[in-house]
């Protein structure tokens, strides 16, 4: 690829637009293919507000955010719901996003950050004090608030749920395919829903109905990966919000692997998948280094994703630096042919 072509696809990379002059005249001088003035320029670029189109367009991909948008919940289970709430779901995300970009922080943070972005509306929605005004602030997320990372967001909650309720299956499908970049098969054809009420016409919770549709052999070996996954964020509604009851019933938030392992609640959800990095930070840098290439990975592009983790392994895995790794490879410096 040529110095120009580089400058070009960094830029698209990055700001979602061409390059600037500064990055056009590094361009022109051969510095690019120099690795610190390619780090330079990398690192000017996201500081530069335009960094901004990688926080919203890659996030958007990835964290499959764009739901939040067009999510519409059921009025009558959720009539305190407008367009405002679901556009401060969002602009946390997006900040909290950007601050780990642009302070170079580990991606385990992504799961495990003790803080947030709220305004006294989102801050009174998720029941947290002490935040006052429309302005978006960093807040640190008291303990108890059951919150931290992207786990603890309205915004990931609430894309994955249904109109009126939630769905362990939804929230456990989304870790698996987008945290873990493990995701489950497609479920067969013809499965009947959910059965939602049982004798007399109790409600039942979301746990009981899956319990229900576990007794079919074609279904349950898929549920016994997705469904503990998902149960571990019950105690948050449709909206986010915290709750310990469920259709009148207490809230059972715990489940067990296949493995053998017991998550319970959203606090032990955040201990296991911690207690793997490099499983999180895997799948992070394939969907990282996917955007940046604009296709799919194949099988050659894993010693690439290997050697980016290597490089950045002892540092936490840190946001900019997995982004410079992805630019500074040999994918994203070649162009690919035809037959690939």
């Given at each position: 690829m040529s110095d120009f072509e580089l400058a070009s696809r960094i830029s698209f990379f990055l700001w979602s637009s061409i390059p600037d002059d500064e990055l056009l005249d590094a361009a022109s001088r051969g510095d690019l293919r120099d690795?610190?003035?390619?780090?330079?320029?990398?690192?000017?670029?996201?500081?530069?507000?335009?960094?901004?189109?990688?926080?919203?367009?890659f996030a958007g991909q990835w964290l499959g955010l764009r739901k939040v948008a067009g999510f519409r919940p059921d009025r009558d289970a959720y009539p305190r719901f407008d367009?405002?709430?679901?556009?401060?779901?969002?602009?946390?995300?997006?900040?909290?996003?950007?601050?780990?970009?642009?302070?170079?922080?580990?991606?385990?943070?992504?799961?495990?950050?003790?803080?947030t972005y709220l305004n006294e509306r989102l801050a009174r929605h998720y029941g947290i004090g002490g935040v006052i005004g429309p302005g978006f602030r960093r807040v640190r997320l008291p303990r108890e608030s059951g919150r931290g990372g992207l786990l603890g967001?309205?915004?990931?909650?609430?894309?994955?749920?249904?109109?009126?309720?939630?769905?362990?299956?939804?929230?456990?499908?989304?870790?698996?395919?987008?945290?873990?970049?493990?995701?489950?098969?497609?479920?067969?054809a013809n499965i009947p829903p959910l059965q939602e009420s049982g004798e007399g016409g109790r409600e039942l919770t979301a746990k009981e109905q899956l319990a229900?549709?576990?007794?079919?052999?074609?279904?349950?070996?898929?549920?016994?990966?997705?469904?503990?996954l998902g149960f571990a964020l019950e105690n948050f509604d449709v909206l986010g919000r915290w709750r310990t009851e469920d259709r009148g019933?207490?809230?059972?938030?715990?489940?067990?692997?296949?493995?053998?392992?017991?998550?319970?609640?959203?606090?032990?959800?955040?201990?296991?998948?911690?207690?793997?990095?490099?499983?999180f930070a895997h799948a992070t840098v394939e969907r990282l280094l996917t955007y940046a290439l604009g296709r799919e990975l194949n099988?050659?592009?894993?010693?690439?994703?290997?050697?980016?983790?290597?490089?950045?392994?002892?540092?936490?895995?840190?946001?900019?630096?997995?982004?410079?790794?992805a630019i500074a490879s040999v994918p994203f410096r070649m162009r690919q042919s035809p037959e690939d």
């Open positions: 690795p610190a003035e390619l780090e330079r320029q990398v690192r000017r670029m996201l500081a530069d507000r335009r960094s901004s189109a990688l926080v919203e367009n367009s405002a709430l679901a556009a401060a779901f969002q602009k946390e995300t997006r900040l909290f996003l950007r601050s780990l970009l642009r302070e170079n922080r580990s991606i385990l943070k992504l799961l495990g950050a003790d803080y967001h309205g915004s990931v909650l609430m894309a994955t749920s249904h109109a009126a309720r939630t769905s362990p299956v939804l929230r456990g499908t989304w870790i698996l395919g987008n945290l873990l970049n493990s995701p489950p098969p497609p479920p067969p229900r549709h576990m007794a079919d052999t074609a279904c349950a070996s898929c549920h016994a990966r997705i469904d503990p019933e207490p809230i059972d938030a715990s489940g067990s692997l296949a493995s053998g392992e017991t998550i319970e609640g959203p606090e032990g959800l955040r201990g296991l998948l911690l207690g793997r990095p490099e499983r099988p050659r592009d894993q010693p690439t994703v290997r050697s980016i983790l290597r490089e950045t392994e002892s540092n936490g895995y840190r946001f900019a630096d997995l982004v410079l790794g």
